[in-house]
């Protein structure tokens, strides 16, 4: 990473986070301005946050409207910065939308890809076990495929945000955390090594966002859940080769899967949630592994997928941090202008992150957002009813 002591130098912008969201921020950012800071609290690449591992869903199929209007735009970008670093981001595999016919999810998500003329088609059950004999699924669930979700090489992705950053005349400081932020005309940033100034900040700084905004007077009712992360594996002659992605939200639990790409023979399935955690002291949660999430997934995996095994082979740690209602937060702070947040993603920022950098981007050079996010104020989400 970049070395450059520019300590001295007031700056456009600095980004707190390089996470996914934060990357994206800061290459839109030295897209449109010059001198853009990106820092990190630690050495790069690490585990510590949201952004690593090797893969995750990308969808159109969404069921707030808001969010699936911008799903093309983050296509559009994935695609860009495809070409830019010459390597592949995103492989289209489709995604399985399922759910009990008792739910409404399913039925909202299917109105509005209609209405917004993406593409999809219906299959029954019988003709997803025929294309995909290892799985299994009754007449009792509704199935669309949306034919161009698919998989993101989230490693690659966030790689690829620094790198073209940096490429772009941006300065990365790693291993540095943020120790204090002084509001102002030009607002300074105290870390543990350094002092710098800007114009304008933009925070960004995943699951540690309530310790570095309270200081601010933000004080926002954010839960840091610990999300494990599961992988099981394909009985023998069992795994099929074009398998897609699928998210199922049947009896209210989100439980969605990716094929075999990260551990050759294994499938990721996961459970939408986990336990809350402390983000400096996520290894002490003993319970690793919450015995109703498990058996839950062990049952999902029996029923629905007989062609693994039922019981995981790899278990990895993730965090999400959710809001109220579980829409992030972008916005910028009531009494400082130039103070920019974006938090609270939730579990779904991945996918959304080219045009949520731009949204932040634009927001920290006072220009006007390209896509409405009046659902994703600190007042709007502050007042809306808990879904937790």
């Not at 130098?9 to 980004?15: A, E, G, K, N, Y």
């Not at 995750?56 to 199929?61: D, E, G, I, S």
């Amino acid at each position: 990473m970049e070395k450059t002591n520019k300590s001295q130098d007031t700056l456009d912008c600095i980004v707190i986070g390089a996470g996914i969201i934060g990357s994206s921020t800061a290459y839109s950012l030295v897209k449109q301005t010059k001198h853009v800071m990106l820092l990190e609290q630690f050495c790069l690449p690490h585990t510590r946050g949201s952004s690593h591992g090797h893969t995750r869903v990308t969808r159109y199929a969404y069921y707030e409207d808001q969010y699936m209007k911008m799903m093309p735009e983050n296509y559009r970008r994935w695609e860009i910065l495809e070409h830019e670093v010459g390597k592949e981001l995103y492989i289209k595999r489709g995604m399985l939308q399922i759910e009990k016919k008792d739910g409404v999810e399913f039925h909202k998500t299917r109105n509005l890809m209609k209405v917004n003329n993406l593409p999809f088609h219906d299959m029954t059950p019988f003709e997803v076990c025929k294309k995909w004999p290892s799985i299994n699924y009754s007449t009792e669930f509704n199935i669309f495929m949306d034919e161009d979700a698919g998989v993101l090489r989230a490693d690659r992705c966030l790689t690829a945000f620094q790198k073209m950053f940096e490429k772009l005349g941006g300065v990365i400081k790693e291993n540095e955390q943020v120790i204090t932020i002084l509001p102002g005309k030009e607002v300074t940033v105290v870390t543990s090594h350094n002092r710098y100034t800007a114009k304008s900040i933009v925070i960004t700084p995943g699951a540690w966002a309530s310790k570095v905004l309270r200081p601010l007077g933000i004080d926002i009712p954010l839960k840091v859940l610990r999300v494990n992360v599961f992988f099981w594996r394909w009985k023998e002659f069992y795994e099929p080769n074009d398998m897609s992605t699928f998210i199922d939200t049947s009896n209210g639990y989100h439980i969605y899967g990716l094929p075999s790409i990260e551990y050759p023979g294994l499938m990721k399935i996961c459970f939408h949630g986990g336990v809350e955690v402390d983000p400096d002291s996520r290894d002490m949660c003993y319970d690793d592994c919450p015995k109703d999430d498990v058996n839950i997934l062990k049952r999902y995996v029996k029923d629905h997928f007989p062609g693994l095994e039922s019981t995981p082979s790899i278990v990895e740690t993730c965090m999400y941090t959710n809001t109220n209602n579980c829409d992030p937060i972008l916005d910028v702070h009531p009494h400082y202008p130039n103070i920019v947040i974006g938090c609270g993603f939730s579990g779904h920022g991945f996918k959304l992150a080219p045009v949520v950098g731009l949204l932040l981007s634009q927001l920290a050079l006072r220009k006007t957002p390209v896509f409405d996010i009046s659902h994703n104020t600190l007042s709007f989400v502050l007042k809306t009813k808990s879904q937790l």
